[in-house]
C-alpha cells in the first residue's frame, strides 16, 4: 500500500434524496454538511475543492417504470429521477479528474453514484472495489424487501439485479462482481437478505468480527491484495454504521456500532492506502439529529480519510507500524 502524496481536486456533489426511505429529513444531509465546514477542512488540509452544488433530478413518473418495480417500491419515480441525474453529473466530475465526494441523500443514491464509477473505472481499465460502510447490506430487491424502500436495495442493483436496472434509465454500467464488494460493520440483515449474500458469494463483516479481531486487522485483510496502481476503491459511508451513541442523526439507528475511534481508524487507515477514488456519505438526518452532532462527525471522518491525523505521520513510520503489526499477528 503507498500513501495519497501532495493535494487533491475534490469534487463536491449534494444529491438531497429522501424519497428512498421511510424517514423524512436526509435532503437536508448536503446542507448540514457544507454547515459543519466539510469543505473547509479539506481545503485546510491542502486539497483543491469544488462544490458542483446540488443534483436536479430528473422527472420520472411511477407509470414511467414497469409495473412490477413501481408497486413493489415505494416512491420509485422520485428515485429514478435522483439516480439518473446523480450518475450523470457524478460521471462528469470523474471525467474532469476530480475526486468526488457525494454527500446524500439516502443510501439509493449510490445506485448513480457507484454505477458511474463503475462506468468510468471500465472505461480508463482500473478494478472497482466496493467498501460499504453500513448497519445494513442494503441486499434486498423489490421481491424481497418487507419494507418496499429503495434505500436498502443498492448493493443488489450494483450487483446486476436485473428487477431494479430500470431506476437508472438508459444509463448502463458494468455490474460489479461480488468478491469485489465488503459489506463492513453489519449488525441488521433481513432473512430474504441473509439468505442472497451468501447465495452471491459478497464478503459480509459484521460487528462480531469487529468485536472478535478489531477494525484493523479486517480492514487490512481487504486492503492488503489491492493493486493502487489498478484499484479504484469507492467508500460508501453510512451514518448509521457509527453507533448512536456517536452520531444520533440516523433514520434507521442500529445500537452497537462503530466507535469514534474504530471510524477514525478505517478512515485513517484508508488514507495510508492510497486506494481511494471516490466518496459516499449517506442516510444523514439533521432532523433526527443533535445540535449538528452527526455532521460534524461525518465531517471529521472525511477529513480523516483525506489525511487529517493527531501526529504527522512520515510514510516511513507508517511502514514500520504496520510491519510492528503483522510482526505481532505472526507470533501471536
Known amino acids: 500500500m503507498k500513501d495519497i502524496a501532495g493535494p487533491r481536486d475534490i469534487g463536491l456533489l449534494g444529491i438531497p434524496l429522501e424519497a428512498g426511505g421511510a424517514v423524512a429529513g436526509t435532503l437536508m444531509g448536503p446542507a448540514a454538511l457544507r454547515t459543519a465546514g466539510l469543505a473547509a ?15 436536479t433530478p430528473a ?34 466530475i470523474l471525467e474532469a479528474g476530480r475526486m468526488p465526494v457525494f454527500m446524500g441523500g439516502d443510501h439509493s443514491i449510490s445506485m448513480g453514484t457507484v454505477s458511474a464509477v463503475a462506468r468510468h473505472c471500465a472505461a480508463t481499465g482500473r478494478d472497482l472495489v466496493l467498501l460499504w460502510l453500513d448497519a445494513h447490506a442494503d441486499f434486498n430487491t423489490p ?78 485483510r481487504i486492503l492488503a491484495d489491492l ?36 471510524a477514525h481508524l478505517v478512515m485513517e487507515m484508508l488514507h495510508d492506502s492510497g486506494l481511494v477514488g471516490s466518496l459516499d456519505i449517506v442516510e444523514l438526518n439533521p432532523f433526527l439529529d443533535e445540535r449538528g452532532r452527526s455532521a460534524v462527525v461525518l465531517a471529521e471522518l472525511t477529513a ?15 511502514g514500520i507500524a504496520r510491519a510492528a503489526a503483522t510482526f505481532a499477528e505472526t507470533t501471536s
Do not use: K
Open 304 to 318: 480523516s480519510l483525506f489525511g487529517r491525523s493527531v501526529l504527522d505521520r512520515p510514510a516511513g513510520q507508517r
Open 227 to 262: 493493486d493502487p496502481a489498478r484499484t479504484h476503491l469507492h467508500v460508501s459511508l453510512d451514518v448509521d454504521f457509527l453507533d448512536p451513541e456517536v452520531a444520533p442523526g440516523a433514520g434507521t439507528p442500529v445500537p452497537g456500532g462503530a466507535t469514534y475511534r474504530e
Open 59 to 92: 422527472a420520472v413518473a411511477d407509470r414511467d417504470l414497469p409495473a412490477e418495480l413501481a408497486a413493489r417500491c415505494r416512491s420509485a419515480g422520485t428515485v429514478a429521477g435522483f439516480v439518473r441525474a446523480a450518475h450523470e453529473r457524478a460521471l462528469s
Open 143 to 220: 421481491a424481497t424487501s418487507p419494507s418496499g424502500n429503495i434505500h436498502g436495495m443498492p448493493v443488489a442493483m450494483l450487483c446486476g439485479d436485473e428487477s431494479l436496472r430500470p431506476l437508472l434509465g438508459e444509463h448502463r454500467f458494468p455490474p460489479l462482481a461480488p468478491e469485489n464488494v465488503h459489506l463492513f460493520g453489519l449488525r441488521s440483515i433481513d432473512q430474504e437478505e441473509r439468505r442472497a449474500i451468501a447465495l452471491n458469494g459478497l464478503d459480509g463483516i459484521d460487528m462480531r468480527l469487529v468485536d472478535e479481531f478489531g477494525v484493523s486487522v479486517l480492514l487490512r
Open 41 to 55: 477542512r479539506l481545503t485546510g488540509l491542502g486539497h483543491r475543492v469544488h462544490d458542483h452544488g446540488d443534483v
